[in-house]
């Protein structure tokens, strides 16, 4: 009975009529591989690696769908090595045992090699990821994990240690592109049918994979499951990518004009100090497949443009926020990025550094020909200090209060410039009252650098 059950379940998995469009396709070289060029460009070193067959363990790092499993299996048959593959979902150290034993076996009866390919290995705690240091160390197997998470945060430093960690990042428009051209063609050449898909209704697919090549394909197929066939051809509509996504489809397309309007009135909405408004664009974002990272990543421009120093916390925890979603994911981590947008709404406000910075940057361009005055340069050696370079500079921390009242440090063409002009809100109101404050000693000093 075992050996039936056995046969039956061979004969399915090689049988590609039962598999989904997404394993139908799943590269089988590099050369058909789409993304990541970032580590795998002609001449880098893991293709080196691979195309020679000396692979060593690795860990990657990365989204759904960015082809995790696929490079593994590449890795595989490029080192003439079987693959077993473990996924911490759904094994245990029974299931570890069995891989590694499998393995050694392998080695000694069939002198091949064993790729253990563990899915969402940061799943595994602590001694079940151990069980597999003594065999990665003795080489029974090439050992390959693949992590939706930060590994520094979630894998053993003693598996780090013995691997290789690559970073996989989300497909771009183009790699998703590539992907579902790569889809339609094998569609017209299997089943003789050619597949129609307009442009605004590929862009909108490509939107909803938001960077995942495994979900485009999926949606792909779900749609070709509902679309009528009619003299050899289908037609793709929106209204079909509409009834197979279960959500509605993002209003926008990335890089596209309704894109940046949503991020506009997100930054808006903070900026005019509006919690509720931010949160519903915020949220409008994420159900459009937006990146939750982006508008973090916003989040850090509006801590220095729109609040600034009348209250520096904002750009910290705006960095804690990012911190979070990386460390525990979407769905904590969205909340995480929803407390940063709140708090920034509620925030002070002030664009004085962003508007003195502008200025300076400006300033500088125009005054770069102007020499640095001769009491801030230099002196590094006797030539230097013979020719008066740090001459009659003023050393603040000897001065009384920690400042040099009446000292300069422009070049004197440009010596009452002010550039930096902090508000009466939040910390800046401080701030503004010690500049204030300074100010006035400078002026009643009798030790003006320029006077």
Same mark, same amino acid.
């Given at each position: 009975m075992t050996n039936v059950n056995g046969s039956l379940d061979l004969a399915f998995a090689e049988n590609d009529t039962f598999k989904p469009l997404a394993a139908k396709l799943r590269p089988k070289s590099l050369a058909e591989y789409e993304g990541q060029e970032h580590i795998l460009a002609k001449g880098m070193p893991l293709p080196l690696a691979i195309e020679q067959g000396k692979v060593h363990s690795i860990i990657f790092w990365g989204p759904p769908g960015t082809g995790k499993t696929t490079i593994a299996e590449i890795i595989a048959n490029h080192a003439n090595a079987d693959i077993e593959r473990v996924s911490a979902v759904t094994s245990g150290i029974k299931e570890i045992r069995q891989a590694i034993e499998n393995a050694k076996s392998r080695a000694i009866h069939q002198q091949r090699r064993t790729v253990l390919f563990v899915d969402e290995? /940061?799943? @595994? $705690?602590?001694s079940q990821q151990d069980a597999f240091l003594p065999h990665i160390e003795?080489?029974?197997?090439? @050992?390959?994990?693949?992590t939706t998470e930060n590994p520094a945060f979630e894998l053993n430093q003693a598996i780090l240690s013995r691997a290789r960690v690559y970073t996989l990042k989300k497909l771009s428009e183009d790699n998703l592109s590539n992907v579902l051209a790569r889809a339609l063609n094998y569609q017209k050449e299997s089943s003789q049918i050619e597949v129609e898909i307009s442009a605004e209704t590929k862009k909108q697919l490509i939107a909803l994979a938001n960077g995942d090549a495994r979900r485009l394909l999926n949606l792909l197929e779900n749609c070709l499951e509902i679309s009528p066939i009619s003299d050899s051809k289908q037609t793709l509509s929106k209204e079909q990518l509409v009834q197979v996504a279960g959500n509605k489809i993002a209003l926008y397309d990335k890089g596209g004009d309704a894109f940046y309007d949503l991020i506009s +009135? @997100? /930054?808006? !909405?903070?900026?005019?100090?509006?919690?509720?408004a931010a949160l519903y664009w915020y949220a409008r974002i994420l159900t459009g497949g937006g990146d939750a990272l982006y508008v973090a990543r916003r989040l850090l421009a509006i801590a220095s &443009?729109?609040?600034? $120093?009348?209250? %520096?916390?904002?750009m910290q925890l +705006? *960095? $804690?926020?990012?911190?979070?979603?990386?460390?525990?994911?979407?769905s904590e981590g969205e909340r995480a990025i929803a407390q940063a947008t709140v708090y920034m709404a509620l925030a002070p406000k002030s664009n004085a550094v962003y508007s003195a910075f502008s200025q300076a940057k400006a300033l500088a361009k125009a005054t770069s020909d102007l020499d640095v005055p001769i009491?801030?340069?230099?002196?590094? !050696?006797a030539i230097t200090k013979e020719l008066g370079h740090g001459s009659e500079y003023r050393y603040a921390h000897d001065e009384p209060g920690g400042f040099a009242a009446g000292e300069n440090y @422009?070049? &004197?063409? *440009? +010596?009452?410039?002010?550039?930096?002009? %902090?508000?009466d809100r939040g910390l800046e109101k401080q701030l503004r009252d010690k500049l204030n404050y300074l100010n006035q000693l400078d002026q009643q000093s009798n030790q003006r650098r320029y006077d």
């Open positions: 290995v /940061h799943r @595994f $705690n602590k003795d080489g029974t197997i090439i @050992f390959i994990g693949a +009135a @997100f /930054h808006k !909405s903070v900026r005019g100090s509006n919690p509720d &443009e729109d609040i600034g $120093n009348a209250d %520096p916390r904002a +705006a *960095i $804690n926020a990012w911190d979070t979603f990386q460390r525990v994911g979407p009491h801030l340069k230099n002196s590094t !050696s @422009f070049p &004197e063409d *440009i +010596a009452n410039t002010v550039l930096y002009q %902090p508000t």
